[in-house]
């Protein structure tokens, strides 16, 4: 069966689609399949809850996670349970504790229930890489690929897409509703809450948005076809500064007019009026410790 949670695993794990595309996808050892996560981590039935976000990250602190799962199925296939090292990793195990928002808004929602008895996470790229800077901007070969099979295990009856790019993705399969608005992901047409990425909330703005989903979610299993209105955050937004900051860091070698270029790109006219010195303006800020480089690219906002 196409939808089998251990074959849709051992296709996931020594799946190589993306090997030659670039966008930082990598591999431990060149004998070793494309560092990635299960496709579903936590329930691998059908559970009401499916939170899609960008992608698995590979930093100094969570190597060796990698370095467990991609040489040992049985590894890959614990922590598609929700088990690493013995315990839960969407608890415990993530350092950078991204999954917070996750646990936080399933509590909510399914208050006192484990969180693999009510729902599972899965991401846009099961490949793994170091930032998201090389992902691309839309579109993805693993979702193409995998997410109608996560669907059909999962069986959702409502989504929660964490990040700009699990929304745009979703919104290319929309089929009505704004927010949340509707989508076809494998054979059901779902209500997808879209939340920003946790890196463009302050904390008001956090519990805010864990509340508007938590509601969101009880509505849909209620049956109820009004939503509320998602809230409207003081949002950091997507700063120039912010930006600049995060691709001189992710490229040291960027020059100037390249740094222009790409600003440009992303504050596009006729609202934005990018010239030629804001390359070098951002540089020297950049270069005397002026610019604070966010933790995650602002365009995943
Ligand atoms: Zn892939």
């Known amino acids: 069966m196409d939808d089998d949670p251990k074959l849709l695993r051992a296709d996931v794990f020594g799946c190589e689609a993306c090997a030659s595309l670039g966008f930082g996808f990598s591999r431990l050892r060149p004998d070793l399949p494309l560092s990635k996560f299960p496709p579903v981590i936590g329930s691998s039935s059908a559970v009401p809850l499916l939170f899609i976000g960008t992608n698995p990250r590979i930093s100094n602190t969570n190597q060796d996670l990698y370095e467990e799962i991609m040489p040992l199925p049985d590894s890959f296939d614990l922590l598609a349970q929700d088990v690493w090292r013995g315990r839960s990793y969407l608890r415990l195990g993530d ?34 890489t170091r930032d998201g800077n090389a992902l691309p901007r839309s579109g993805s070969l693993c979702a193409d690929r995998y997410l109608d099979r996560v669907a059909r295990q999962v069986q959702p009856r409502i989504v929660v897409a964490v990040g700009a790019r699990a929304r745009d993705y979703l919104a290319s399969r929309r089929i009505s509703g704004s927010a949340p608005f509707k989508s076809c992901i494998g054979d059901l047409v ?66 100037a007019e390249q740094l222009t270029a790409q600003l440009a790109a992303a504050f596009p006219p006729p609202a934005y009026n990018v010239g030629p010195r804001h390359g070098p303006h951002y540089l020297s800020l950049y270069r005397t410790g002026k610019l604070e480089v966010p933790d995650s690219d602002p365009r995943d906002w």
Do not use: M
Not at 96 to 116: M, N, T
């Open 95 to 128: 350092p950078g504790r991204h999954y917070d928002l996750h646990v936080a808004i399933a509590e909510q929602a399914f208050p006192g229930r484990p969180f693999s008895s009510v729902a599972a996470v899965t991401e846009l790229f099961l490949c793994a």
């Open 190 to 255: 779902v209500p997808v809450a879209a939340i920003p990425h946790p890196a463009s909330w302050g904390k008001k703005g956090l519990n805010e948005y864990i509340q508007w989903a938590a509601d969101i979610i009880r509505t849909t299993l209620d049956g109820g076809t009004t939503f509320r209105q998602p809230p409207h955050i003081e949002s950091r937004g997507v700063g120039q500064r912010q930006l600049a900051a995060w691709l001189i860091h992710s490229d040291p070698s960027l020059t």
